[in-house]
């Protein structure tokens, strides 16, 4: 059973405009959220957190939501720049064994951000 | 470069062989993780190291075993290979084994079972 979610495996915004991807969650026991890009062929590259107790992160053009009652997170890119194309990885931190234990994250599927010129 | 090396970046193998995947962490990190990203699971968490110590397991195989020495590199061991095993393995590295801060990941090593 997948315990974080990301429902569109792809999202194309166009240059300037605001990118926004999506996150469900189902396990309540998570406490941390981040938001990781990767390119092809590299690692994970880290974005932006949010602990539990906050509902919003700000770094530069990256903002992200946390709505815990309806165990939604958004992450929202503005102004969309091309260097922004790349897939993005929604993850979370607590919950059981089975979720990716104490300190492992879970991730979700990924969505692949397009930017168009 | 997050700073965590990982080697080899490819490694083609037959089924039944074992072969054996090395992580350097960040410098002054004591969490090295280790993840599996496969075309159908995405990145999965296989198992966690704290200063030479196991401190969580994730969904590994039984076949498939880590170690973190006293240098703070860690080895993942894959034994028995089988074709589903192709995949990414990322190593990742964190400051504290608490787990609320961000970790830092590798460049990734590409299995490839024949």
């Known amino acids: 059973d997948q315990q974080v979610k990301q429902n569109s495996p792809s999202l194309s915004v166009q240059e300037g405009r605001i990118s926004i991807l999506n996150c469900d969650y189902t396990?309540?026991?998570?406490?941390?959220f981040l938001w990781y890009k990767k390119y092809p062929a590299e690692g994970p590259t880290f974005l932006i957190s949010i602990s539990s107790i906050k509902d919003k992160n700000e770094d530069g053009r990256f903002t992200v939501f946390l709505n815990k009652s309806a165990k939604h997170l958004s992450l929202h890119i503005v102004p969309s720049q091309p260097g922004d194309s790349a897939v993005y990885f929604c993850?979370?931190?607590?919950?059981?064994?089975?979720?990716?234990?104490?300190?492992?994250?879970?991730f979700g599927k990924g969505t692949h951000l397009i930017i168009q010129p | 470069d997050s700073g965590v090396t990982q080697t080899p970046k490819h490694l083609i193998t037959a089924t039944g062989q074992r072969v054996t995947l090395r992580c350097s962490p960040r410098s002054g990190d004591l969490s090295v993780y280790w993840y599996q990203q496969s075309l159908d699971q995405g990145l999965q968490f296989l198992i966690q190291?704290?200063?030479?110590?196991?401190?969580a397991k994730g969904n590994i195989l039984e076949r498939f075993s880590a170690q973190q020495f006293p240098d703070l590199h860690s080895e993942l061991n894959l034994s028995s290979l089988e074709l589903g095993d192709s995949a990414l393995y990322f190593c990742a590295s964190s400051p504290t084994w608490a787990g609320i801060y961000e970790q830092y990941f590798g460049p990734g090593t590409r299995l490839t079972v024949t």
């Open positions: 396990n309540s026991m998570f406490d941390y």
């Open positions: 190291y704290y200063n030479g110590e196991e401190r």
């Open positions: 993850a979370a931190s607590g919950g059981d064994y089975s979720g990716g234990g104490a300190d492992g994250l879970t």
